[in-house]
């Protein structure tokens, strides 16, 4: 959501939000302030992403009337810190954003204010497109509890339907994994894609934990989305495997 504060009197009032998107980062000039408006003051652009296929995606927002627009969306993500990889040209008539998905690594993108022309300015990793690298999707499940979750499925490179696959599950308690369904590699940390070159698949599930009870919920959520994986016939219940780092790391011993 967007909220507008004033300073004299110390209110806060919502202005405006995207319906089943959260809002990311406010597109604008990196040395301009945060507030840019490609009519003259009445409305914003925003990067979103949508709650439940983890697309990356523009709106415009009416500052006014308090309504959005899509102008573009796609199967990609922005990386960690969206507002170091937005800018936008002095003359408000260029945007540049950085964009990656799980097979491609992060790289510049030109476009206008309105989404209409679009193109990839940089190609840092091209030895990459001859490499054999795995395809990712959202996979849903509900806890023991009845919690809808979801999670992020890395598939095998070569990946063939039908064949069941050997699985490693990469947890970290606390955490909604399948947000980093269009990352790079899956995670910002470690290589996904080094498993799946090899014929695994991956699982990054979410694994939401409460205070007092985390090797409990763990287990409640975490273990319905290996049946979920099982169920739809990729993963093969008599290989698999978990891993974590930090936190993951404990999260591994239930």
Known sequence: MIWKAT?????????AKVTDRDILEAVGPVGGGRLW????GRSMVVATQNRENKQIGFYTVDLMRGTSARLFEEDR??????ILNLDVSGDGRRIVYVAQDARHPPDVWLTDPGFQNRRQLTNLNPQLETAALGTSRIIDWRSVDGVALQGALLLPANYQAGKRYPLVVDVYGGAYLSDAVNYFYLTPIGNMQLLASQGYAVLMPDAPVGRTTPMQDLLKTVLPGVDRAIELGIADPDRLGVMGHSYGGYSTLP
């Open 7 to 15: 300073v004299r009197d110390r209110r806060l009032q919502q202005v």
């Open 37 to 40: 408006s490609p009519d003259g």
């Open 77 to 82: 993500s922005l990386p960690f810190g969206p």
